[in-house]
């Protein structure tokens, strides 16, 4: 399925362009399910005088969880922009929210209460984006501007924070250069719009010289790829860290997206919560190198411009 989806996506772009392709899907979309739309309610007398910002499930984006976040921090960004209160509600259909497990909003209202509210405006399809800032879809810059929002509306979960106090602990993080790199789904479907990711080889000469100029001796790893892993291994030995053996995809069918080849490992709740603690990891190690990804664009962003040196690979798109 995701080989046919970027094949349909690549031709759509190639013929239509981007911007029209989007604006197609889009029209087909509203037709078909209007509500799926950016759209006011009312649902009660409560709340008057303010008018509420409900963030629903997004219907556009995949199901990676990192993508859910970035979606979510665009779209408080863009309720505390235009004087709205932000409200996170990622249930539908009976299925729980992934969000909810690791992170918290901070606010005093209740959902009982939003579905009170006479002034609701429910995020969809058709929504504004705001730039710069977090609907700057996998960017590393602006990065002060980012964790300022992020403290301001959310914090962790108490189960990641406690699982974080454990990991912490055995990386080091803030005596590592971090070092990010995808492979696998990357690599072999080169899904179109996606910003090309590098190989090993791409980013040893940024490495040597972050570890000289910081006179680091550890490197925390974050790579699904078995590939990347074994080449990092066999140049650098024992300063490679990584946090779990059993992290990295061994069996991946061609075609999949890494998700796909992910929960054939176990829980994806499990597999979620691992990957977000090595983003965090990653934010508060000394150094940053790495391609160009959601995992990359939160790890810069929680990290808020402290990077003593910072290196992301960025030639484009494929």
């Known amino acids: 399925m995701g080989k046919f989806v970027e094949k349909l996506k690549k031709a759509g772009y ?23 739309f950016e759209h006011f309610e009312c649902f009660g007398d409560l709340n008057p005088d303010k008018t509420i910002y409900l963030i629903r499930k997004p219907y556009s984006i995949g199901e990676g969880l990192l993508s859910i976040f970035v979606y979510v921090m ?17 249930e539908q259909e009976g ?24 002034n609701v405006l429910l995020s969809g399809n058709g929504e504004k984006p705001v730039y710069p800032g977090w609907c700057n879809w996998i960017n590393t810059e602006f990065n002060e501007q980012k964790y300022a929002l992020f403290e301001k509306y959310v914090a962790f979960s108490d189960v990641v924070l406690e699982k974080l106090e454990e990991v912490s602990q055995k990386i080091l993080p803030e005596k590592c250069l971090g070092l990010y790199m995808r492979g696998t789904d990357y690599f072999a479907l080169k899904p179109g719009g ?26 925390f790893l974050v ?27 061994t069996d991946y069918k061609s075609g999949e997206m890494i998700l796909e ?21 990653l934010s508060k190690c000394a150094c940053f190198v790495g391609g160009r990804t959601n995992g990359s664009s939160v790890a810069n962003a929680l ?9 992301v690979y960025d030639v484009g798109y494929y």
């Not at 239509?16 to 209007?34: D, L, S, T, V, Y």
């Not at 299925?95 to 509210?117: G, H, I, M, N, W």
């Not at 190989?199 to 550890?218: M, N, P």
């Not at 300063?239 to 990295?248: H, P, S, V």
């Open 261 to 281: 080849a992910a929960e054939r490992k176990g829980s994806i709740d499990e597999i979620n919560m691992t990957y977000l603690l090595k983003i965090i990891l």
């Open 14 to 36: 190639a013929f239509f362009g981007e911007k029209r392709w989007n604006k197609i899907i889009n029209k087909r979309a509203r037709r078909k399910n209007p509500e799926r």
């Open 95 to 118: 299925v729980p929210s992934r969000f909810a497990r690791y992170f918290t909003l901070k606010t005093d209202l209740t959902r009982e209460e939003v579905y009170q509210s006479k």
């Open 74 to 90: 665009g779209r408080i960004d863009y309720a505390d922009r235009n004087g709205m209160i932000p409200f996170v509600d990622l």
């Open 223 to 249: 790579t699904e790829d078995i590939n990347m892993y074994q080449k990092a291994k066999e140049r650098y030995g024992e300063k490679i860290f990584i946090l779990d053996e059993n992290e990295f995809v």
């Open 303 to 311: 990290n808020g411009g402290k990077y003593k040196q910072r290196f």
């Open 194 to 219: 996606h910003p090309i990711q590098p190989t090993f080889e791409d980013l040893v000469d940024k490495i040597e010289e972050f570890l000289e100029r910081e006179g680091l001796e550890r490197i």
